[in-house]
């Protein structure tokens, strides 16, 4: 088996996310630019990859993580979303189990989808998205907490 998360992109990955909760995504901001997720039209879809607020890390073989925290009505969230090297193809679940278990996350996210994105100017990549509640909102229950 190929393995696409060693110990230099498990580093990677876990620089990425300290990266990111430095410079969460208001909600305001995440209101603005959120899509209903059963859109098919996507052409209206920026870069996914050239998001100023992500915290991206390349993977072997093509496969892409994008990391960010974000202020959501629930709390503050981890969004990770994973592409692969195929247009139109949603990345392989094992490849995404692998980046999860990387960074010590929950085995059940707290919400998962997949959308359509333009990526390096390609148009309708598939992109799995997990998002973590990380610190709920007060009044909030915490669904899930990470492992450690």
């Known amino acids: 088996m190929t393995i696409i998360v060693g110990e230099t992109q ?16 208001p909600w305001g901001e995440l209101k603005q630019t959120t899509t209903a997720r ?15 607020s992500a915290e991206i890390v390349k ?6 993580v ?7 009505p629930a709390g503050m969230c981890l969004h990770i979303s994973v592409s692969g090297p195929w ?12 980046v999860f278990s990387a960074l010590n996350l929950a085995p059940e996210a707290d919400d998962v989808w997949t959308e359509e994105l333009l990526i390096e100017g390609n148009p309708n990549c598939r992109v799995f998205n997990a998002l973590w509640v990380v610190e709920p909102a007060l009044g909030e229950q915490p669904r899930r907490t990470k492992t450690s």
Do not use: W
């Open 38 to 52: 059963d859109a098919t039209n996507t052409e209206h879809i920026e870069d996914g990859h050239e998001s100023p």
């Open 10 to 25: 498990r580093t990677q990955l876990k620089a990425a996310v300290s990266r990111a909760r430095a410079h969460p995504v």
């Open 59 to 64: 993977l072997p073989f093509g496969y892409v």
């Open 87 to 98: 247009p139109r193809v949603p990345p392989n679940m094992v490849v995404c189990a692998m």
């Open 66 to 72: 994008a990391i960010t925290f974000e202020e959501q």
